[in-house]
């Protein structure tokens, strides 16, 4: 069964660091990208970047590109998505997902607070 | 980046109706259109990929078609848990984009 289970919910302040996981099992994680979207509060879906397991290739949304940094480990077959100083304007839930063309799996969000 | 254009932004309807959710890209996405729904406090699902397929699992009620510009997404028969709001998104380009989202309601 393929599955995408995120890090749980994370309450920060303005200026901290962050790193939130999306641990993949039932498939080959080398043979599928993984995306993150971000939902702000009572807002739609924004496409933040997508990344290539197999090589760690990345592409961000320009919108979010500076601002996040999208990894891998394969060996524990685990994304991330990280923010090296968090802004209030960060606070959203964030989803991982599986694919580049087509989202077909997707993580159950991780809500990240961040306080000013 | 493509904008995505979704109408109507919300919808009043009653179980058992037939809905058309319709979609406009700023520049021709080809057939990389994919419709997702999703319910509130959940993470969104896929319904129908590359414009009209079928994601495994999902009922027969939902359909897919357009291309270029325009698609639209049908639910013929609309059933109660069908009451969400709906996503269109392109990945014909990077930055992949979303449209604003279609919230059905009951009516």
Redesign the interface.
Known sequence: EVQLVQSGAEVKKAGESLKISCKVSGYSFIRYWI?W?RQMPGK????M??INPGDSDT?????FQGQVTISVDKSITTAFLQWSSLKASDTAMY?C?RG?????Y????TLVTVSS | DIQMTQSPSSLSTSVGDRVTITCRASQSVSSYLNWYQQKPGKAPKVLIYATSSLQSGVPSRFSGSGSGTDFTLTISNLQPEDFATYYCHQSYRKPNTFGQGTKLEIK
């Open positions: 995306g979207v739609g879906l924004e496409w970047g997508i592409r961000y949304n320009p919108s989803y997902a580049e063309i087509t989202f077909d997707w993580g159950q969000g």
